[in-house]
């Protein structure tokens, strides 16, 4: 069973910087997991951040970054907003046209 | 502008069906496989099925596998699930969304399933 892991909490103070990680329950996420993450506030879609680990989508502001860290994707949140509390997910391709969600990280800015 | 709507949620019983449809617009449908994602209440999002972007190849989730169908009509710029069999743990927001490389990046605003007696 095939399990995506995220931090189920983190916080940030306002202007600051925050990493929030997307691993694997056995191995090593690479760029061939094509890692994306994905920001949702209550009540509305997801909006995407970041697709095939580092592509910003359109209209995404520069401050949010995609990379593979170690063993895991990462999405980074340089200079925090108000704006940027909300829940985070990314999602891995596992292959043979599979994917799998992490369970969501909820980023609280204060 | 780029663009995803879904529609064809509703209330039905345990053991029924229900299909819904997600209306592109604002690109090249036929050049995209697209996804069915879906969202329990209160919880995190969960993949449920793809459809490439030639129709040549369906996948699904384990938990939906023989009962519900992906399916596509270019021509209509619409994708659709057709959910058969439907049962109490199917509730959920569904959301349709566009596949760039192997992930998501147009998401429709969501159709609502609730699957009650």
């Known amino acids: 069973q095939t399990v995506v892991t995220q931090e189920p909490s983190f916080s940030v103070s306002p202007g600051g910087t925050v990493t929030l990680t997307c691993g694997l329950n056995s191995g090593s996420v690479s760029t061939s997991y094509y890692p994306s993450w994905y920001q949702q506030t209550p009540g509305q879609a997801p909006r995407t951040l970041i697709y095939?680990?580092?592509t910003r989508s359109s209209g995404v502001p520069d401050r949010f970054s995609g990379s593979i860290l170690g063993n895991k994707a990462a999405l980074t949140i340089t200079g925090a907003q108000a704006e940027d509390e909300s829940d985070y997910y990314c999602v891995l391709y596992m292959g043979s046209g599979i994917w799998v969600f992490g369970g969501g990280t909820k980023l609280t800015v204060l | 502008q780029v663009q995803l709507v879904e529609s064809g949620g509703g209330v039905v019983q345990p053991g029924r069906s229900l299909r819904l449809s997600c209306a592109a617009s604002?690109?090249?449908?036929?050049?995209?496989?697209m996804h069915w994602v879906r969202q329990a209440p209160g919880k995190g999002l969960e993949w449920v099925a793809v459809?490439?972007?030639?129709?040549?190849?369906?996948y699904y989730t384990d938990s939906v596998k023989g009962r519900f169908t992906i399916s596509r009509d270019d021509a209509k710029n619409s994708l659709y699930l057709q959910m058969n069999s439907l049962r109490a743990e199917d509730t959920a927001m569904y959301y349709c969304?566009?596949?760039?490389?192997?992930?998501?990046?147009?998401w429709g605003q969501g159709t609502m399933v609730t699957v009650s007696s």
């Open positions: 604002g690109f090249i449908f036929s050049s995209h496989g």
């Open positions: 969304a566009r596949d760039p490389q192997h992930s998501f990046d147009i």
């Open positions: 459809i490439w972007f030639d129709g040549s190849k369906k």
């Open positions: 095939s680990t580092n």
